[in-house]
């Protein structure tokens, strides 16, 4: 894959693999906490021709690959939230800015083509300022990386041609991310401490799972919503109850006004054995129990409340089974619905019960983000992936147990 490029000598291309071994190795050592600063470059052909720095007259493109320090720039567009960051991996997250889209609110739900087309409107300006904000110059950037998947096929297209053309112009690896993994691994951007082999819920708008991971790439999938994520429950429910979308977070903040059991819900699918979950059934009993009070403020607080609790109480009883499963000591939540407040604190209460490490990233880093993005790309990088070949394909549905380690 990697070949010397027109304009060295063997003997400095013999200089250049030396160095590259030097590099992977102090790369490697670096991953794992004890590698020092150290930046090379690698020429190599980039499937365009003998183009490289160093050869009067030609456009100077070179991919960087293994350093040990990586810079990298995570574009989010997977849905209705445009993310930029760059992380750095030796001073970690250096800028990050999100915005979400506000136009979805008057039809109660994402309206694809409205999302793909405030991406354009907004990614570039993001780009700009983010990477202004990061102090980072362009020739900085190590690589891009991107989500690629699973989302909106319209606006993942809109941040995979952002960050490949970029890409393309700087001669930096594009890396396509998966939305998923990225949830699932943030966690560790912000604790160092946290190591594998843990077991992920990761619970958002999409996607409710039980993983799990023994590394990068290496995900077992234990258990999975078969119909509604829980997130979709939270954000019907409250629709349901006239709070408008995104409801979870607004769901959550009235459950706080609720009388504890007022109402009782059902724990949905716990006396199956198993890591699976239901969340359907959940909105309609909260729409009948809605029909059926006297809908006032309180009634509408204290459903709010029991429907939480009965989300949390079935997320629990799974991370229960999946840990016990596994014999893993460690249960890291993620996701956008992993900012709830009720769930952290019933899982925390859970695992200092019973000795389990509960790891949770900074609600900024629970719903969609760049930094995520930015993190994940560089764990690929650093770990070896190389330039994702894929051109501009996305995926919007792409299994998480499909990825392997980084390659
Ligand atoms: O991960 P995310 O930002 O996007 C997807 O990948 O889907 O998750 C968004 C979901 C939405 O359903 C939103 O209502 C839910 O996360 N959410 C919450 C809270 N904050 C966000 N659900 C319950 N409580 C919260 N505090
Ligand atoms: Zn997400």
């Known amino acids: 894959m990697i070949t010397p490029s027109v304009g060295f000598s063997l003997s400095q291309w013999n200089s250049y693999i030396d160095g590259y071994s030097r590099i992977c190795t102090s790369g490697a050592a670096s991953f794992l906490g004890t590698g020092h600063r150290e930046r090379r470059i690698l020429p190599i052909r980039d499937g365009l021709g003998n183009q490289t720095r160093g050869q009067e007259g030609k456009i100077a493109i070179e991919f960087t690959l293994f350093e040990n ?5 995570g574009i989010e567009t997977s849905c209705d939230e445009t993310g930029v960051a760059v992380y750095d ?13 506000a136009v979805h609110a008057e039809y109660g739900g994402v309206v694809p083509e409205l999302a793909s087309r405030d991406h354009i409107r907004k990614l570039p300006v993001l780009v700009k300022d983010v990477l202004e904000k990061s102090r980072t110059g362009l020739r900085e950037i190590d690589g891009i990386a991107y989500t690629a998947g699973p989302g909106l096929a319209g606006a993942l297209l809109v941040g995979t041609s952002v960050a490949r053309s970029m890409a393309w112009a700087l001669g930096k690896p594009a890396i396509a991310v998966h ?68 409801g979870g977070p607004a769901l959550a903040r009235l459950a706080e006004q609720g009388t504890p059991n007022t109402y009782k819900f059902p724990r949905p699918m716990v006396d199956r054995p198993g890591c699976d979950f239901s969340f359907s059934g959940l909105k309609t009993f909260a729409l009948n129990t809605w029909n059926d009070s006297g809908q006032t403020e309180q009634n509408k607080a204290d459903i709010a409340l029991a429907f939480q609790d009965a989300v949390v109480d079935t997320l629990l009883i799974k991370c229960k089974r999946a840990l016990e499963s596994t014999g893993v000591k460690t249960l890291v939540l993620a996701g956008g619905v992993s900012a709830n407040q009720a769930l952290r604190e019933q899982l ?32 690929r ?21 499909e990825l392997g380690p980084p390659a």
């Open 69 to 73: 320090i990586m810079i990298v720039l």
């Open 89 to 101: 991996s030796d001073r970690g997250l250096i800028s990050h800015e999100v915005y979400t889209q």
């Open 179 to 246: 939305h998923m993994e990225a949830h699932l691994l943030v966690p560790m951007m912000e604790d160092p401490n946290l190591e594998f082999p843990f077991v992920c819920l990761l619970v958002s708008g999409g996607h409710t799972q039980l993983v799990h991971v023994s590394g990068v790439g290496r995900y077992q999938l234990l258990g999975q919503s078969i119909d509604d994520a829980a997130g979709e429950a939270f954000d019907k429910t409250a629709k349901i109850l006239g709070l408008g979308y995104p």
């Open 348 to 379: 925390q209460v859970f695992g200092q019960e019973k000795g389990v490490r509960i790891a949770y990233p900074s609600p900024q880093y629970c719903t969609d983000n760049g930094a995520m993005i930015a993190y994940t790309g560089s764990l």
């Open 381 to 401: 990088l650093m770990a070896g992936e190389s330039h994702s070949q894929n051109t501009y394909t996305v995926k919007p549905r792409w299994p998480m147990i």
